[in-house]
């Protein structure tokens, strides 16, 4: 397992940009694909993006796809989301995961704590 510390979050107004980091420890990042999830109170953890190994590969979920940007740098052991054109429904708890695929929660490994991301109207 690779431990996550996620970074960048905060309070933008709706229309404004964020780029959350997502810094791995370890020395296996470079072998493992990323992703970033949310969670919004009282609501299920959601996939919103995902990365391969050597970032030639991304995917995303239809709610941000054409605003956010998954992107990593392996010499930095670093995953980054890029978001813009933020939306009040863009607001929740910002989660990066590692060693898995797809967009199921349970299918990755290692989770960071999360960064909080809220969007002012």
């Known amino acids: 397992q690779v431990q996550l510390v996620e970074s960048g979050g905060g309070l933008v107004q709706a229309g404004g940009s964020l780029r959350l980091s997502c810094a791995a420890s370890g020395r296996s990042f470079s072998k493992r694909a990323m992703a970033w999830f949310r969670q919004s109170p009282g609501k299920e953890r959601k996939f919103i993006a995902t990365i391969n190994r050597n970032g030639s590969g991304t995917s995303y979920a239809d709610s941000v796809k054409g605003r956010f940007t998954i992107s990593r740098d392996n010499a930095k052991n670093t995953v980054y989301l890029q978001m813009n054109r933020l939306k009040p429904e863009d607001t929740a708890v910002y989660y990066c995961?590692?060693?898995?695929?797809?967009?199921?929660?349970?299918?990755?490994?290692?989770w960071g704590q999360g960064t909080q991301v809220t969007v002012s109207s």
């Open positions: 995961a590692a060693g898995g695929w797809g967009e199921a929660p349970n299918e990755y490994e290692s």
